[in-house]
């Protein structure tokens, strides 16, 4: 069974900084490309940065500069480190893996984890 499980959320003042967690279980976790992706109240669903099974990452525009996304297949966990903090990153946070092998796509995701940014 495939499980991939968030940690590291909570509340953080302005400016402040953060690492989100995700650990993988019951898959051959190097092999998947990894996304951190997050859902406001009232919007949708958006990639904020992701790393592929080679290590080449890419970040929404809103999050370059801030946010730094990194693996450790050792481990099977990816992480999000979030620096300069805004209120508007304050989000339900959800770690997903991905792997397309063919047509077939094998595609997880996590429970999530909030983060709020406030004073």
């Known amino acids: 069974q495939v499980q991939l499980v968030e940690s590291g959320g909570g509340l953080v003042q302005p400016g402040g900084s953060l690492r989100l967690s995700c650990a993988a279980s019951?898959?051959?976790?190097?092999?998947?490309?990894m996304d951190w992706y997050r859902q406001a109240p009232g919007k949708q669903r958006e990639l904020v940065a992701g790393i592929t099974s080679g290590g080449t990452t890419n970040y929404a525009d809103s999050v370059k500069g801030r946010f730094t996304i990194s693996r450790d297949n050792a481990k099977n966990s990816v992480y999000l480190q979030m620096n300069s903090l805004k209120p508007e990153d304050t989000a339900i946070y959800y770690c997903?893996?991905?792997?397309?092998?063919?047509?077939?796509?094998?595609?997880?995701w996590g429970q999530g984890t909030q983060v709020t940014v406030s004073s």
């Open positions: 019951g898959v051959l976790f190097s092999i998947y490309d």
């Open positions: 997903n893996a991905v792997w397309r092998p063919s047509a077939t796509v094998y595609n997880y």
